[in-house]
């Protein structure tokens, strides 16, 4: 992949990396914003990155052999870009999980802080995920969190296609919540 190519700079949240291996149905609008991030990636337009605590979340999943096999290609031909642990990522998720402290408030998992802190030092256009927090009332959905100054301000989206207009009435743009 050619650095002078990329256009974009997506990172993707474990929930993205499952969805897209096991071809999960999360609607039509998911699906194509996977599916085109995925095309432009092969195309060297867009860079995916995510952390190496990704592999140990996805590993731990159910997959085929052939799902395993594709998520681990995926990081041996550097379409996807995987960054460690490092000690600004770690101090950076400590800060975000610290800004997550009033009385009463739901809390920033580690993992979810170590997701975002990794997307924030290394600048990512956006951060894609699905978690929208469910019936949790301890940890703090990350789609709540789009451009929170506690995390910097990163875009934390649900994956989206570049027109949504093809989804018809109401997709108007990406889904944030």
């Not at 951060?127 to 940890?139: E, V």
Request: glycine share 8%.
């Amino acid at each position: 992949m050619s650095g002078n190519e990329v256009k974009r700079v997506l990172y993707w949240d474990t929930c993205v990396y499952l969805a897209w291996l096991k071809g999960e149905d999360n609607g039509a609008s998911v699906n194509e914003g996977i599916a085109e991030a995925v095309d432009e990636n092969w195309d060297g337009k867009l860079l995916i990155v995510t952390s190496t605590i990704t592999l140990t979340e996805v590993l731990e999943a159910t997959l085929t052999d052939e799902q395993e096999e594709k998520f681990q290609q995926s990081f041996r031909k550097q379409l996807h870009c995987l960054r460690d642990v490092d000690p600004a990522v770690a101090v950076k998720a400590r800060d975000f999980r610290g800004s997550f402290t009033a009385p009463n408030s739901k809390k920033l998992s580690m993992p979810d802080a170590i997701h975002l802190a990794t997307a924030a030092i290394y600048k990512c256009d956006e951060f894609w995920t699905m978690d929208g927090g469910g019936k949790s009332n301890k940890f703090v959905g990350l789609l709540e969190l789009n451009e929170d100054p506690r995390i910097d301000g990163l875009k934390v989206k649900a994956p989206y296609p570049k027109n949504p207009a093809l989804f018809g009435p109401g997709a108007a743009g990406p889904v944030t919540s």
